[in-house]
């Protein structure tokens, strides 16, 4: 969590964990005091606006394919015996996601390795902070559209999607092992941890973190930096990876010369 400040107001920066368990909860209590002096939150999607089967039909339509064309044949026969060796390692039944583009099947066994040890979306970050402000009456914006992220992810070239399905099944054996790291890392905003568990991974994918990670971080830098001196407070809810490392939204907020400090947990509250 981060905090900028303009002339007139705040506006406030978390990282978000999109999957939590019910372990995780009640989140830190530095997020309740932020999310009380917001009198807008914005999140990656307008998340108390989006059409569940909207969603479904455009995830459908960006990246299962109707032409008989398979996983194996996106990805060649060397890269798919990879995934298919590590997904046997993790019991993720690669054939199930046989007409999925490489970037689905990526996600969908992230998400299926998430939910076995307890992972949630609705108990994660976004979802709990949804429905705050569905109750609260206060407005929620979002950064960026469906359709736009998941053009991010259909255009990637099938190389990086194809590494990038590897990699998530290959960490996938470890998951469970350094989870408990990552979220204590998150909750009390150690910076050393979360850069070294999360961003090294994916700065070795240049073409990966330019699309995913880091050309985002300057459109919303910008974004915010636009905020700024308006009337009103914010919280901004992105990804915790978008706020790490020296191309992270705070370090781009930094550079443009703009007070900014991170907020923490009480150490108390260990």
């Known amino acids: 969590m981060w905090q900028v400040d303009g002339k007139t107001n705040s506006v406030y920066v978390l990282g978000s964990i999109h999957l939590l368990r019910e372990q995780d909860h009640p989140l830190p209590s530095v997020i309740d005091m932020a999310y009380d002096d917001a009198e807008v939150i914005v999140m990656e999607l307008d998340m108390d606006d989006m059409d569940p089967a909207y969603t479904q039909m455009a995830f459908n339509r960006a ?88 053009a991010f992810l259909d255009g990637l070239p099938l190389d990086v999607q194809s590494d990038m399905l590897i990699q998530t099944l290959t960490d996938g054996a470890a998951l469970g092992e350094s989870i408990d790291t990552l979220i204590d890392a998150w909750r009390y905003g150690d910076m050393a941890v979360l850069e070294s568990g999360m961003l090294d991974a994916i700065e070795e994918q240049s073409e990966l973190n330019e699309v995913l990670i880091s050309g985002r971080n300057r459109r919303w830098a910008e974004a915010i930096a636009g905020w700024l001196d308006d009337d009103r407070d914010y919280l901004v809810v992105v990804g915790a990876l978008h706020l790490v490392g020296d191309e992270g939204v705070p370090a781009l907020l930094a550079k443009r010369g703009l007070g900014i400090q991170q907020l923490s947990e009480p150490a108390g509250l260990r």
């Open 63 to 150: 990246g299962v394919r109707t032409d008989g064309t398979t996983l194996r044949d996106l990805m060649g026969d060397a890269a798919y015996s990879k995934a298919e060796e590590a997904a046997a390692e993790v019991d993720i039944p690669l054939d199930m996601l046989a007409q999925s583009e490489p970037w689905l099947a990526a996600m969908t066994a992230e998400i299926m390795l998430l939910y076995r040890i307890g992972f949630n979306p609705m108990l994660g970050v976004e979802m709990t902070m949804t429905n705050r402000a569905v109750r609260d009456g206060k407005p929620i914006e979002g950064l960026e559209t469906v359709d736009e992220q998941l």
